[in-house]
């Protein structure tokens, strides 16, 4: 089982910056990729950006150029410095690791953390 813990979401002003971090309960390396997802009201939830085990990065369209996920290995934990934010970034973004073994495919969620971008 693995456990991911979120923070640093908040209340900030358009063209603010956000740090959010997700600390897991295993060796990060363990995992094939961890990623930060997000669901705004009405919507349904989308990828916003994700990093594999190799290091190999991935973002939405919508953040290029304005978010970056990166990773302690030591510590375990992911980050997503949000920079320029919009209020179109307003969401609860949530953390997610996936696994993948010879016998089982796992997906695990953190609780959810809200950003909020006001205009």
């Known amino acids: 089982q693995v456990q991911l813990v979120e923070s640093g979401g908040g209340l900030v002003e358009a063209g603010g910056s956000l740090r959010l971090s997700c600390t897991a309960s295993v060796n990060i390396l363990s995992l094939n990729a961890m990623g930060w997802y997000r669901q705004a009201p009405g919507k349904q939830r989308e990828l916003v950006a994700a990093?594999?085990?190799?290091?190999?990065?991935n973002y939405a369209d919508s953040v290029k150029g304005r978010f970056t996920i990166y990773r302690d290995n030591a510590k375990n934990t992911v980050y997503l410095q949000m920079n320029s934010l919009n209020p179109g970034d307003t969401a609860v973004y949530y953390c997610?690791?996936?696994?993948?073994?010879?016998?089982?495919?796992?997906?695990?969620w953190g609780q959810g953390t809200q950003v909020t971008v006001s205009s």
């Open positions: 990093i594999s085990s190799g290091g190999s990065t």
């Open positions: 997610h690791a996936h696994l993948k073994s010879i016998s089982t495919i796992r997906d695990y």
